[in-house]
């Protein structure tokens, strides 16, 4: 027998070492990141279709989310009040804006993004893509008025139509 065929180790393969440090852990979000449906694609769903989507995801209604989550991060706590018909006066009349190209658009995309650290919810919108990059990572979104008339956000997208 060789001698390097002798003792405790005969016939065992010997592997290198494990690396035991902790992988780098990846930040963590509030709202789950849900991939948006058929991003890139002309059948891209809406921002408020996606708000519907991630509250499903988490269990709770679309207005639960709202209220709770989005609204007060971004200073629209006059629409958070228990019995108050603010919420649904704005769901009428200016919900469809969060898929424009305004202010309402912008503001909604930062803190949805910020919520859930899903990139490009731009997209969602009718906002040119990097319309909102100067406000940097982890700005502090700001969802208050600007609400523009409904015509003047579908224009920008109708436009940009094949």
Known sequence: MAADHVGPTAGL???????????????????????????????VESLTGYLARLAEAHGV???????????????????TKPFDNSLS????????????????????????????????????????????EAAGPGARPAIRGGATPARSSTNHCVGRWP
């Open 61 to 79: 209604s679309t207005r639960t989310l709202m209220v709770q989550v989005v609204l007060p991060l971004g200073g629209r706590t006059h629409l």
């Open 89 to 132: 006066a704005f769901w009428a009349r200016a919900a469809h804006c969060f898929n424009g190209t305004g202010r309402l658009a912008r503001d909604g995309v930062q803190a949805v993004a910020q919520l859930t650290g899903q990139p490009d919810l731009a997209a969602l919108t009718c906002l040119p893509s990097g319309s909102f």
């Open 13 to 43: 393969t010997v592997y290198p070492a494990w690396d035991l440090a902790c992988p780098p852990i990846p930040p963590r979000s509030v709202l789950y990141r849900v991939p948006p449906i058929g991003l890139g694609t002309p059948d």
